[in-house]
Nanobody, 119 residues
């Protein structure tokens, strides 16, 4: 069994910063990819940033230059440093991990954390 848990969401003013964390635990043999997604009300979940092999990164155009994804491989933890936040970044942010749990590769999601950018 693998668990993925996000933390760090909250309310921040426009132009401010926030750091999200995602910790994966349980039967983890290997992690292929970790990523952050977000979902706006009434919309489908969309990719924000992704990191593969702990090094190769990919960002949505809307967050390039403002958000930075990173991992602590020893702790199976991923971070999303969000700077210069805008009201349009307000969404529920989800952590995703593609993990080999000893039986095969599976996709795991966290429960989501709310980020609200408002004055």
């Amino acid at each position: 069994q693998v668990q993925v848990v996000e933390s760090g969401g909250g309310l921040v003013q426009p132009g401010g910063s926030l750091t999200l964390s995602c910790a994966a635990s349980g039967s983890i043999f290997s992690i292929r990819t970790m990523g952050w997604y977000r979902q706006f009300p009434g919309k489908q979940r969309e990719l924000v940033a992704q990191i593969t092999g702990g090094a190769s990164t990919n960002y949505a155009d809307s967050v390039k230059g403002r958000f930075t994804i990173s991992t602590d491989n020893a702790k199976n933890t991923m971070y999303l440093q969000m700077n210069t936040l805008k009201p349009e970044d307000t969404a529920v942010y989800y952590c995703n991990a593609v993990v080999h749990n000893g039986l095969g590769w599976s996709n795991y999601w966290g429960q989501g954390t709310q980020v609200t950018v408002s004055s």
